[in-house]
């Protein structure tokens, strides 16, 4: 639909903001669910405002009832080498209890030219599945660092002629770095045949340290660049609770639901610039610079950045989906009260610059037949 998507806008197992930010290791997930259209009544407000034409939810890896060990060992194109490991159990009566522990390390140089990559990967999920009592705990860690990144060319007029595919025209002191420290603990429990509540908390803690130039390029590929660097770091903390209840009136099957959730964003942030004047290069025959000093226009201490935004968004739902002609007819009703709030403080001092509150209701309504 156009409408972007960030990672850390994604859920994981049905939490917002519990995903690191800028990639997630394909390692930790089982399913990709992609819900198509406004979502807001489903899942409430995006945190970090993207997610507005549709979500998506990863889920994490379950042991399955077979006993799995599997090791990986890869090659990933230019001189990347890849390791993996996919380890799961299942224990207890009935198979009750199951463990789920992926291992990955990835380094080297891959497809493009002097870009290379150092990822490692630790996943551990548990999980119980009972007659009236489910639990699951997911747990991830990823080590994601790239030297001289191809970056992002902004055109200055006409688009020039792309280069070659393999090509980069990074400069050699440019770098992304980033680790994630996150995870889910989700538990259901059915109080009677009828009646289900639930309760899930998660939480992210995650460090970014980049320093980066990306260039703007004149229709000849010429390019012009000024140095860039930033920290981030990122608290989250993330809830969901709901009761979920089974009545019958009449000819008429109820399921309805009531539920509440909240998201908590902490993020301490500095940044430096080089002079704007900044670098010349070329698109197709890079020339490599001194790293220039980042002093020419700063934000904050790189090495103790402050708080410079903190936000919540507190949502309650409530709705019915009414079963009709043995289940052939299904029609839903609901509303979702959102609020958020938001505030920015100063990268120098600290002091909160600006805010906003706001309060919404998304209303909904859906049919279902089937013939």
């Known amino acids: 639909r156009g409408f972007p998507v960030y990672s850390d806008d994604m859920t994981y197992n049905g939490l917002y903001g519990v995903l690191p930010r800028q990639y997630v290791a394909s390692e930790l997930v089982e399913r990709v669910e992609v819900f198509h259209g406004p979502t807001a009544f489903l899942n409430g407000a995006a945190p970090g405002g993207s997610a507005v034409g549709g979500a998506i939810?990863?889920?994490?890896?379950?042991?399955?009832?077979?006993?799995?060990?599997?090791?990986?060992?890869?090659?990933?194109?230019?001189?990347?080498?890849?390791?993996?490991?996919?380890?799961?159990?299942?224990?207890?009566?009935?198979?009750?209890?199951?463990?789920?522990?992926?291992?990955?390390?990835?380094?080297?140089?891959?497809?493009?030219?002097?870009?290379?990559?150092?990822?490692?990967?630790?996943?551990?999920?548990?999980?119980?599945?009972?007659?009236?009592?489910?639990?699951?705990?997911?747990?991830?860690?990823?080590?994601?660092?790239?030297?001289?990144?191809?970056?992002?060319?902004?055109?200055?007029?006409?688009?020039?002629?792309?280069?070659s595919a393999d090509g980069n025209f990074a400069q050699p002191w440019t770098y992304t770095d980033e680790e994630q420290l996150f995870g889910v603990v989700r538990g259901e429990f059915d109080v009677t045949d009828d009646v289900t509540v639930w309760a899930a908390i998660g939480g992210r803690s995650g460090k970014e340290d980049n320093v980066l130039a990306n260039p703007n390029s004149a229709p000849d590929g010429t390019l012009s660049a000024y140095r860039f660097d930033n920290v981030r770091e990122d608290h989250v903390f993330s809830a969901d609770v709901g009761v979920r209840f089974e009545v019958t009136t009449g000819s008429i099957d109820h399921t309805l639901v009531a539920s509440a959730s909240q998201v908590q964003l902490r993020s301490e942030n500095a940044y430096a610039f080089s002079n704007f004047a900044g670098f010349a290069s070329d698109l197709y025959n890079p020339v490599d610079v001194a790293p220039p000093t980042p002093d020419f226009f700063i934000g904050g201490d790189l090495g103790n950045p402050l708080t410079t935004e903190r936000s919540r968004a507190s949502s309650f739902a409530i709705a019915d989906q009414m079963s009709f002609l043995d289940g052939r007819?299904?029609?839903?009703?609901?509303?979702?009260?959102?609020?958020?709030?938001?505030?920015?403080?100063?990268?120098?001092?600290?002091?909160?610059?600006?805010?906003?509150?706001?309060?919404?209701?998304?209303?909904?309504?859906?049919?279902?037949?089937?013939?």
Request: charge should be negative; aromatic fraction near 10%.
């Open 57 to 163: 939810n990863l889920t994490p890896k379950r042991a399955g009832d077979v006993p799995l060990n599997r090791v990986t060992l890869g090659w990933d194109g230019g001189d990347a080498l890849y390791t993996a490991g996919d380890f799961s159990r299942r224990f207890g009566q009935d198979n009750q209890w199951g463990g789920r522990l992926n291992i990955a390390a990835r380094d080297g140089e891959g497809t493009v030219e002097g870009e290379n990559r150092e990822l490692q990967v630790l996943g551990l999920g548990v999980d119980r599945r009972g007659d009236r009592a489910r639990f699951s705990a997911d747990f991830g860690w990823q080590n994601h660092r790239i030297d001289a990144p191809r970056p992002t060319v902004t055109p200055n007029g006409a688009v020039p002629t792309p280069p």
């Open 329 to 371: 007819l299904l029609a839903t009703v609901g509303a979702r009260y959102q609020e958020i709030e938001t505030g920015a403080y100063d990268y120098n001092t600290g002091v909160k610059s600006s805010g906003y509150e706001g309060d919404a209701v998304t209303p909904a309504f859906a049919l279902v037949f089937k013939p």
